[in-house]
Each structure stands twice: as C-alpha cells, then as structure tokens.
C-alpha cells in the first residue's frame, strides 16, 4: 500500500528536551511538508522540501530544523528553542510541481511537552 | 496562514446546505483546495479548481471562484451529518512547491 506515515502518534517530552519526529513516504513523491496545527490558527507552514537535500523555510520555522537526506523521509526535529512545542504536527507529500497535484497528508503527531 | 483566511465556525441543520468561504491573497495562485479533517487525522482532499474556472460541482459539493474578488466558496448540498469536520482551503501557485492553508472552518451539523 502506497502512503505517507507518522511516528510516533503521541510523543511526550520534558520541557529543554529535542526531539524528532518521522515522516515517510513511498509515493515517489518529489515535495514534501511539515505543517503545525493549533485550534483556531489552522495548519501553518514549518518547513517544506521540494527535493532532495533541499527545504525550505515556512512561515513559522524558528526552533525547528529538517532533513532531507533521502526522497521518501523527511524527519522533523522540535528543539529546545521551540517556545510552545505542544501542538498536532501534520507531514504532507505531492508529486511535485507543474499541473495540479494533490497533497496526501499524514495521521499527524501530537506532541506534548511536560 | 496570513495568505489564506477562514471564518472559524459553522452550524447548519441537517439537510440544509452549508456554504464555507475563503479569500486569498496571493493573484499569482494557480490551484485552490478544499480538504477535509474528521477529528485527530490528516487531511483529505475534497475538490480542487483551477484558477481559469469559475464553478465546479462534484455530487453534493459545488466549489465558486470569482479571482477579481479573490473569494473561493464551497457549497455542500444537503448537509450529513457525516459531513462534522474542520474543512481546509488552500491555494498554491506555479511558480514554486509552497502548499498555503487557511484556519479551517469547523462545521458542526445539527439535528
């Protein structure tokens, strides 16, 4: 089956703690994203990638880095620069540009910060 | 995002119909989406529409652009109550890969 998948679903950190979190895809998919979701803000852009070994900052990047080492992952590292890390974290793939392409997302990861 | 704006809440009888609106920003978008999330998963692609269309209807959804105004609707006909759910638009252009969404508006469908 063809897919993108997160893990871990629910992830706990002490507060001053790293922590990564995973996005994988074997859609042969060129882009790839990192979204953020708060109630009331909606989906607000960390970082994207539009190929590999190259990303992007999105809107809203500080106290976040990415890697994209190879085309199917693109893992999502929360540092402790993060001020409010507590969020549901959302990964998206799409075939790339050029036309219309449809972006499949993930079943997200929510982070806890205790 | 800041490009892409959403009224937050929506209530509607069921089988009425439910109109959700959107206005963009950005002049230069290509293609604009609407998706869909039930509670604690991804996203879902509903229907999507050129920017060189101005209306296109899938089943109960009928998706209206008017660009001079920048304004993107989506009717959904006959409401479910299968249809509960925060629902997305997003725009994105041909220029680069960056995918913009709105706040989402949570639909809430009444007995």
């Known amino acids: 089956d063809g897919g993108i998948t997160q893990s871990p679903k629910y992830l706990f950190r002490k507060e001053g703690q790293n922590v990564t979190l995973s996005c994988e895809q074997n859609l042969n998919h060129d882009a790839m994203y990192w979204y953020r979701q708060d109630p009331g803000q909606g989906l607000r852009l960390i970082y994207y990638s539009q190929i590999v070994n190259d990303f992007q900052k999105g809107d809203i990047a500080e106290g976040y880095s990415v890697s994209r080492e190879k085309k199917e992952s693109f893992p999502l590292t929360v540092t402790s620069a993060q001020k409010n890390p507590t969020a549901f974290y959302l990964c998206a793939s799409r075939p790339g540009q050029g036309g219309y392409t449809e972006a499949f997302f993930g079943q997200g990861t929510r982070l806890t910060v205790v | 995002g800041e490009d892409v704006e959403q009224s937050l809440f929506l209530s509607v009888r069921e089988g009425d119909s439910s109109v959700i609106n959107c206005t963009y920003t950005d002049s230069s978008s290509t293609y604009l989406y609407w998706y869909k999330q039930e509670p604690g998963a991804g996203l879902q692609l509903l229907t999507y529409?050129?920017?060189?269309?101005d209306m296109k209807q899938d089943q109960r959804l009928t998706v209206l652009l008017n660009k001079k105004d920048k304004h993107l609707s989506l009717r959904i006909a006959d409401t479910q109550t299968g249809d509960s759910a925060i629902y997305f638009c997003a725009e994105s252009n041909s220029n680069d890969y960056k995918l913009s969404f709105g706040a989402g508006t949570t639909v809430t469908v009444r007995a």
């Open positions: 529409i050129f920017s060189n269309m």
